[in-house]
């Protein structure tokens, strides 16, 4: 399915709602009761800065809604299509109405329209962001290049974004609230689960740059890629007793001697320290 036709008229129309107040043919501007808004269910948006939210709640207070929110009407109510943010401010300011323009939509463009407004105006933090390109990627099946034309990236940024979902929950939770940059996110694609926890543990606790983030993960992927002992490599020095070692010492032409808890090996040349080496050597 193709991305909805006239998407960028109807962007277009937000804009100069924005700037003039004045939407021409079955769009309009009204003031609407707050309770009667619903939710976009498909609003990409997860995260709610509460201190932000009071920073506008107030200005809303001091200077009044600049900007009028985005709806279209929905069986008796409306539904959010855009200025969730304003919104929740207005309620948080408890005014009871707030300006909004109406526009005539079809319902299976909500979800187009509310991850592309949201993208095109930096709204998302970068997790955010990658769900809401999977988002239309899966739902209008189209390819990256063609996200990337929609969305004025290049196709490798829409990619590399995309990659951020191959993260654990636990890393994409820290991407999302900042507590790790975008930087130190990168590092760890392709770490496993608990392998990506130490890092970014490591990250948090002892304030690491992306630099020194590099150096522990190369010191991890070294050490992943350092051969481990066979069993029988490991097990290349196991005796049940000291008597088979005494054993394995005789074998090879040398005074052996077991007393208590050790043992003692005479060494008349250098030839006997040549076999002691080969014994083990050939253990």
Known sequence: MALGRGLGELLGEIESAYETNNIPGKNEILEIDVNNIKENPYQPRKIFNEEKLKELSDSIIANGLLQPIVVTKDSGTYLLIAGERRLRATKLANIETIKAVVIDIDNNKLRELALIENIQRDDLNII??????????????????ELAKIVSKSRSSISNILRLLTLSSFAQKMLGSNTISLGHAKLIIGLTEDEQKIIIDSIVGQKLSVRETEI??????????????????KSKFDFDSLTDVKKLLLNNNLDVKIDSNYFKIKINSQEDIENICKAFQNK
């Open 216 to 233: 522990l993960v190369k010191q991890i992927k070294e050490k992943e890629n350092t051969p481990t002992k066979t069993t029988s490599q």
């Open 128 to 145: 955010e962001v990658a769900y809401s390109y999977a988002g239309l990627i899966n739902d209008y099946e189209i390819t990256h290049e």
